[in-house]
């Protein structure tokens, strides 16, 4: 991220890449946007996914966002009016449950990275027509876990792809041990009961332990 003169997209797919993790955040108090982002800073990671099931998500991203060494997208994106409004809040990148082309379009008219969920290999070939290479997998453990994914990316070989939904510390290393996955993305990482209460000291501790147990995988 020292490189100002990066483009956006760059920036955010080199940060998701670069973290392996990825926090899929549902938020709504806007006075927690600040303290969550220096949690999740101090815990080791530099980027989130806000997800738009809030009424204020928007507003948040527009916080989380001010801090120029921070990576923040929009989650559960339905609409091209939607993805239009995390941008101008400062989101930089998107992300959906499936694939929609009203947000292909938009995101490209918006130089706006993208990553469509896909669930199954005519989706995933479908994306792929449309030119995508990064992928999100939704929802991961509900599909079949670590093994489906294995098995239904493998004549992907060009695809990357960031699985979500139903993963944690227990079973997030089998997916981080498949070359095809950029990142894992959960809800785990910021629980809405750490949230509720505003316990940020332990979002820190709780992130510090997901990332050590992402280098030692890596190591
Ligand atoms: C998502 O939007 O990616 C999922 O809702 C995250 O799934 P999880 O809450 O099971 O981590």
Known sequence: MANLSMNKPLRSMLAIAKQKL????????????????EALKQGGIFTAEVTLRTPNAIRIIQIMSE???????????????DADKAQSAGAQF?????LSIALVDECD????????????PTEIQRARDL???ELKF??????GGAQ???????????????????INLTNVDLYLALPQVLAVGGSWIVSERLLATGNFSA?????????????????
């Open 22 to 37: 990825m926090p899929v955040v549902v938020i709504n108090d806007v006075s927690q946007a600040e303290p969550l982002r």
């Open 67 to 81: 801090d120029p060494d921070f990576c923040v997208g929009a989650g559960t994106v339905l609409s091209s009016r």
């Open 94 to 98: 998107v992300v959906s449950p499936g």
């Open 109 to 120: 008219r918006a130089a706006m990275p993208y990553f469509p969920g896909v669930a199954t």
């Open 131 to 133: 030119g995508f290479s």
């Open 138 to 143: 939704f929802p991961a453990e509900a599909l």
């Open 148 to 166: 489906y994914l294995k098995a239904v990316v493998a004549p992907f070989h060009d695809m990357k792809f960031i699985p979500t939904g139903g």
């Open 203 to 219: 979002i820190t501790s709780f992130t510090r332990e997901a990332v050590a147990q992402m280098n030692s995988h890596s190591s």
